[in-house]
């Protein structure tokens, strides 16, 4: 089991306890448990079956995680291999009521998926619940597919409430918490007559001896909690750690003079204030590389009178370093800053062709999801050579309309920038680029953005961006820049940060876009 420090998620509103999205038994499942009981509880996660009718129309849609997949969405041995659009009764879950339905996995985890190569090892179940024609979807609120970890026989330990979401690399649900409240702790080990202790914020809570410790605690102070579940069985230990940050009230104080959104660069290079528009945001934390991406009020920032912005000012930085750095806004979700002139991106950049982007940093392994943004003080300036340029007469232009990885094998801004003399040829007074805002994956139109003051990496750096444009000025040609403002996706926080699970849409708060297609040829948001 994947161990390391998870981050509980605090709000200041109730919570239901003991509820969780997805729970099973038996708590630690085998290759060779059986019966297996997956239950999902719609009022979890995106909502997508809350409240859904006729309730016997719910099937799942289940694979595994082994050994030989290369991530969470390379699914093998799905069950049936069925359409996903097409009900199988073999395949129907049972209604429980209260928008809770099970499935049951009989035989073995093993010999129901079907798995007959010995070096083929299970380490995950996937599973998705549906209704039947597949347009209602119960998903993690991140619209992730749902996983249960599946166990050897060797010895684990694991925190089993505060609950966690059912992710690839699980991380809790949100619950509620502030000084003075209770904090119930379940701590379970895999093995029978194993000796377990709890600890929290570093002493020793509770010991018990069997397969469970049941335990009670009250939080003292703001700040970050921890607890621990050690488990010991004869010479083998194991243990599981999570965390979470209890926030103190908002500190109310107007913008600083001449500061506007995004980042807020000084003459001093150790400093920067981060400004962000959040209306409806209750409280917001600033995680970095700067802090080791640890929640703590000295990093909580500031609100304006008006509620509108949050703001803090972050000193002590080294110039010229890169600081990768997300908000942790109302203590559940984890975004990128959508100002990010520079963002990285845990899925598409190690996709980038090799030499687009020298000595990119990599996405940091504390931060959660998977974009982050970049800060950095004291950057070098692009040096221009354009200072002659004069634009063509808008009457008279000669566009050529391309898209960089297209137009030349090495997919760069670099490339083209050497090839500006076929485009002259042809008396191309203008080149209108196709979208290159950070677009989401690592090959694309362009027409999925989802930072619009970022260049996106696949083409090169922000300096070859701006030479290519030096360049083509050098020329006599115009650059035009194509934009897509229209079709905003998922993983932008523009959408993340007021998003509707249960409708998959984003929400009526959502001061950017829509919560509904405005005409039938929608496609983003």
Known sequence: MKKGLLFLTILFFPIQSFSQLLSWSPDFPMESSTPVTITV??????????????????????????????????WQHVKFNQNFNTPNPALQATYLGNNKWQFTISGGIRAYYGLTDPTEVIQKIAILFRNGNGTMVQRNADLSDMYIPVYDNGLYARIDNPFRQPLYTPVPETITKNVGDQLPIVAKASQAGSAIQVYFNGALLSTATGTKDSTNTTITAFGTQTMIAKVTNGANTNSDTLSFYVASANAIAPLPT?????????????????????????????????????ASPAYQMKETPDGLRYWITIKGLTSSTQYAYQYLIDNTLHVADYNSELVLDKNADPYIPAGNFPGLKAFPAQAGGTLAGVLQTGKTPYTWNDNSFVKPDKRNLVIYELLVRDFVATQSWNTLADTLNYLKRLGINAIEVLPFCNFEGASSWGYNPNFFFAPDKVYGTPDALKHFVDVCHQNGMAVIMDLAMQDVFGSSPLASMYWNGATNTPSLQNPWLDSLPTHPFNVGS
């Open 258 to 294: 001449g500061v506007s959104d995004g980042i807020n660069y000084y003459p001093s290079p150790d400093s920067v204030t981060l400004v962000l528009y959040a209306p409806f945001k209750k409280q917001i934390t600033v995680l970095g590389d700067f802090n080791n991406w640890t």
């Open 41 to 74: 509880d719609a009022s979890y996660g995106n909502k997508g079956l809350l409240s859904y009718t006729p309730t016997s129309d719910v099937y799942v849609h289940t694979g595994v995680i082994t050994n030989k997949s290369t991530g969470p969405g390379n």
